[in-house]
């Protein structure tokens, strides 16, 4: 089959030739992939923060129609259209049962590694490919919607879905009101936490980011009529400092930058008995010492999302008319895959215009 092959240093290849995934254990299914998409946790890997084996299958948000079904498989067919969390799960041990999917007992993510024998035992196929194996398919896999589009559905599957669950997390655990949150960062991520942040009626949420045309799009992604404010750092330390009073900081943050400088300034304009809910994926070690969070009482949550939960609550939102900002925030045209290595420096040096990108084989 085609697919998206890591090459170290930064690169990818298309490269034909790579053997398609099988079945290999009965509740498999083998999808072909109709797109698939490109993520900013997917720079991790690229820029060598998170280790990636030169070889490996690429990216792990997937979408496409059944092609092939293990024996066990009870609820799809071949020809269904579905996608997949980037997180696998069984759908019987404690944290499944307790709708936390993100760390089921049998997890995998699409594209940790290349799936050989004496890699990492989590290892599974990258989603960059003609073809993919999506293991305990019963419960990883969901059903696409008639009238919802595959770009949608990875839309959903990954980033809307991680965005909406840090703002949930910082209503569940914020120590007094929330009224005023702060997203800091407008990615995809970041702007999915606006969309939810507002349709969840939090009084005021400020979106903070560097680059002025990515804050400036927060207002586009408004979902409900609480004050939404968009600006930089400075300018939002300001206001807080104006607007917060003997409260010493905002509510709680949603950071979704996944950067040490990030979470030290998130930490910096929360409260005593703050909240910082973490989504972005981070891999260096925390600027915020036990100390420090002894010493505001502060609560900080991190952590990748339980998507195969949360999808369900947003596609039953979807059903009572709630819009997902796909059409806002999602490129039109799919990207060849021949083509990938130039999107992934588009979509890494933070082009204008450039915000969900997809891939079609």
């Not at 129609?65 to 024996?71: A, F, N």
């Not at 207002?219 to 404010?229: A, D, I, M, N, Y």
């Amino acid at each position: 089959m085609k697919a998206i092959v890591y090459q170290g240093d930064g690169k990818l290849s298309c490269q034909s030739g790579v053997p398609d995934p099988e079945i290999l254990f009965p509740t498999d299914v083998i999808l072909k992939v109709e797109k698939a998409g490109i993520c900013g946790s997917d720079l991790h890997q690229l820029q060598g923060r998170d280790p990636l084996r030169i070889g490996a299958t690429f990216g792990h948000e997937v979408a496409g129609t059944v092609c092939d079904v293990g024996s066990e498989v009870a609820d799809f067919k071949v020809g269904d259209r579905v996608f997949s969390p980037f997180s696998v799960s069984c759908g019987r041990c404690f944290f499944c049962q307790h709708g936390l999917t993100a760390r089921c007992n049998h997890w995998q993510v699409f594209g940790h590694d290349d799936g050989r024998p004496g890699g990492d035992p989590r290892a599974l196929g990258g989603a960059q490919a003609e073809f993919a194996r999506v293991p305990h398919a019963d419960h990883s896999l969901i059903a696409v919607p008639d009238e919802m589009g595959f770009a949608e559905a990875i839309f959903l599957a990954d980033n809307f879905s991680t965005g909406w669950s840090g703002v949930q997390q910082a209503r569940q655990l914020c120590q007094g009101p929330l009224e005023t949150l702060v997203v800091m960062g407008c990615g995809v991520v970041g702007l999915s936490a606006v969309c939810a942040a507002t349709y969840l009626n939090i009084p005021h949420v400020i979106a903070i980011d560097p680059v002025q045309y990515r804050r400036e799009m927060a207002p586009s992604v408004r979902s409900g009529t609480g004050q939404l404010t968009h600006l930089s750092l400075p300018e939002a330390q300001s206001l807080i400092a104006d607007q917060c009073g003997d409260r010493h900081g905002v509510d709680a943050v949603v950071e979704a930058v996944g950067r040490q400088t990030a979470l030290q300034q998130a930490f910096e304009l929360i409260r005593p008995f703050g909240t910082i809910c973490s989504i972005g994926m981070h891999t260096e070690p925390s600027p915020i010492s036990p100390g420090d969070e002894y010493g505001k009482n502060a609560i900080r949550a991190t952590g990748r999302a339980s998507v195969r939960t949360t999808v369900q609550e947003i596609l039953g939102l979807r059903e009572q008319g709630f819009e997902l900002p796909v059409e806002t925030l999602t490129s039109d045209d799919a990207i060849p895959f021949e083509e990938v290595q130039s999107a992934y420096e588009r979509f890494g040096s933070r082009q204008q215009g450039c915000f969900k990108l997809m891939l079609e084989p």
